[in-house]
């Protein structure tokens, strides 16, 4: 049988909470024994995203970010969803170094960290309806190699 396991945090689109939906997310992930490595990664990618909702969505206020994760035997998903604004150009917006906001100092990277450091990235976006980042991350994956 297919082992597996789904979990939902909702916290608002506030700086404070970027660390507890990356630490629940990390938590979260433990259940397929993954390296220091690759629960740094799967935090650091998590934080982008829960980060580009705070800065993006919302225009300075404050709303919910869903934040969802499944396993599947040894596939971690992460899902990261807003009802904000959305993105007119997602191609454009996943490019490296884009901002939309360079008078703030981004850097545009974002996307770039999340593609570095998980095996897929998905962005889903409807302006005036909101935007979704889908992340998928094969734990194990240098192990697998070994055997």
């Not at 829960?50 to 596939?75: F, G, L, S």
């Not at 991350?137 to 190699?145: D, S, Y």
């Amino acid at each position: 049988m297919e082992q597996t396991n789904h979990m939902v945090l909702e916290v608002e689109s506030r700086s404070c909470n970027e660390g507890l939906a990356r630490i629940a997310v990390a938590a979260f992930c433990t259940q397929l024994n993954p390296t220091l490595e690759e629960v740094a990664d799967i935090k650091t990618a998590v934080s982008e995203a829960i980060t580009n909702c705070i800065v993006h969505a919302y225009d300075k206020e404050t709303d919910v970010i869903r934040v969802q994760c499944w396993r599947r035997k040894r596939e971690l998903t992460v899902s990261v969803e807003d009802k904000g604004k959305g993105m007119e150009d997602v191609k454009k917006a996943m490019e490296p170094l884009f901002t939309t906001m360079p008078e703030q100092d981004r850097c545009g990277m974002g996307f770039a960290f999340m593609e570095a450091f998980m095996d897929e990235v998905q962005v889903e976006s409807v302006m005036g309806e909101g935007t979704t980042v889908t992340m998928k991350k094969i734990i194990g994956r240098q192990n697998a190699v070994l055997e």
